[in-house]
């Protein structure tokens, strides 16, 4: 969020935003997904990354930077500052300069996570402070924070928040110390100590502020670099592929749905006007409300007959889309950490389980079994698998992708009458969510039943048996996360034009 400053060996300042990118790319579920996860399995996405973590599938993020020279601040059409704006990576790559990896969990979940003390003032030497005002607000405010979280000046003496190595220093006592020190003197220098601790600069690898020249008239107002409310959400908006602009007016009008006062509706859709024209229609139209036209926030520009006024015209920025905002840019090659439910009864075919299972897990992903119940899951050749979910204790919407296991007789189980409506429902779920799914050999009276069989179109993530490269053709749709271009049609909708 915020603009932070590198400082070199010479003295030489950049500004820097710093970037943590998933190794396997940025992904998310659809909003009915989360509506139901929540409902269904509420920590599903904390012990998801438990047990990665625990299972060594360690999550990794490359850690990047945008360094701006201090002589380019002005260049942009926003206020470097201002924390609510990005700096398009089109303007400024960001590069890579490392990798963070959790690579093991809390041994104590109270001890390690819930008291910990995070700071933006824990810097370390080569790392400064900028003059963004929500950056030097949280300066104070989160040491007051931690005061009364921790209910101790001595909270960084905690084991999970202390440095490694010892801290030296005059702070002395105080409630809770934790730290024993020595001798009898509490300032520097001094004679008593044999001048110890002294204040280590920054020629001695000591932290040192930048001496940063500044100049001006000091006034408590807001710069007119801050008045810019709209641009960088017209990038965000413009950057999206039409599946991705489809959810976010999806979400609007649900959360909209919810405001009871009309006028507050009228007032939100304006704003939404200020972004883009469309998206407002298109959400008003839902709510049963007109697009009225409103003046900026800051009221001094009135609007013009296109719902935008003339600042917010100059405002349009000059960056139309950023491909790095839309996760159909992301990476879409690797299959690490996916959870794939296996369907199985009695009877399935336990050769074409392995083969499969043997494949996903060489690439990373996880096989969890759903049978019909919780009792163990007897294969054509004797094997015993015993199931981490039965049908009715589930839902698709915790699985990246299904393998409905060949099977005559194991198909038959499935479509009994205590267990057609869960498969079924279940695989009309993931359907509709845009998975991979793939059907084994002799699950036709179960591909008939459900809502794929009735739709009869192209599919690159439903994968049937006859499919000679089905195994890795699978796998592909599972790497490419979703097929959202076919949401509207898996759906039944037909597409409006685009204005």
Known sequence: VHSFRFINSEGTAFFVKFHLKPKLGVHSVAWPEAQKISGNDPDFHRRDLWEAIENGAFPEWDLGVQLIPEENEHDFDFDLLDPTKIVPEELVPVEIIGTLTLNRNPDNFFAETEQIAFHPGHLVPGIDFTNDPLLQGRLFS??????????????????????????????????????????????????????????AMMKDGGFASYGERVSGAKIRARSESFVDHYSQAKLFYNSQSEPEKRHLQKALIFELTKVT??????RMIGQLNFINKDLAKKVADKLGVKVKVLDQPNGSIPADHDGLSLQSEEREPKQKKSEA????????????????????????????????????????????????????????????YTPKHSI??????????????????????????????????????????????????????????????????????????????????????????????????RNGIKAEPQS
């Open 325 to 384: 905002l839309s996760m159909e840019n992301t990476v879409k090659d690797s299959i690490k950490s996916r959870v794939i439910a296996f369907l199985l009864a009695d009877g399935c075919n336990a050769d074409s389980i392995k083969q499969l299972q043997k494949k996903l897990e060489n690439g990373g992903a996880v096989v969890q079994i759903v049978a019909p119940e919780m009792v163990p899951v007897k294969a054509d050749d004797g094997t015993s």
């Open 261 to 266: 006062i009309p006028e507050i509706r009228e």
């Open 392 to 489: 009715s204790s589930t839902s698709s919407v915790c699985f990246d992708a299904v393998y409905v296991a060949s099977g005559e007789k194991s198909s038959e189980i499935w479509m009994m009458p205590d267990y057609k409506n869960g498969v079924v429902d279940f695989l009309n779920e993931a359907y509709r969510h845009c998975k991979a799914i793939y059907f084994g050999e002799n699950t036709e009276i179960i591909f008939n039943s459900t809502d794929i069989y009735q739709k009869k179109h192209e599919d690159p993530a439903v994968i049937l048996a006859e499919d000679k490269k089905g195994d890795e053709n699978f796998i592909k749709a599972i790497a490419s996360h979703r097929v959202w271009d076919l949401e509207l049609e």
């Open 142 to 199: 989160y040491t007051d924070t931690q005061l009364s979280r921790l209910g101790s000046p001595n909270f960084h003496e905690i084991p999970i928040n202390r440095s490694i190595q010892t801290v030296h220093n005059n702070q002395r006592d105080g409630h809770m110390r934790q730290q024993i020190v020595k001798g009898k003197v509490s300032y520097e220098p001094n004679s008593i100590g044999g001048g110890c601790p002294y204040q």
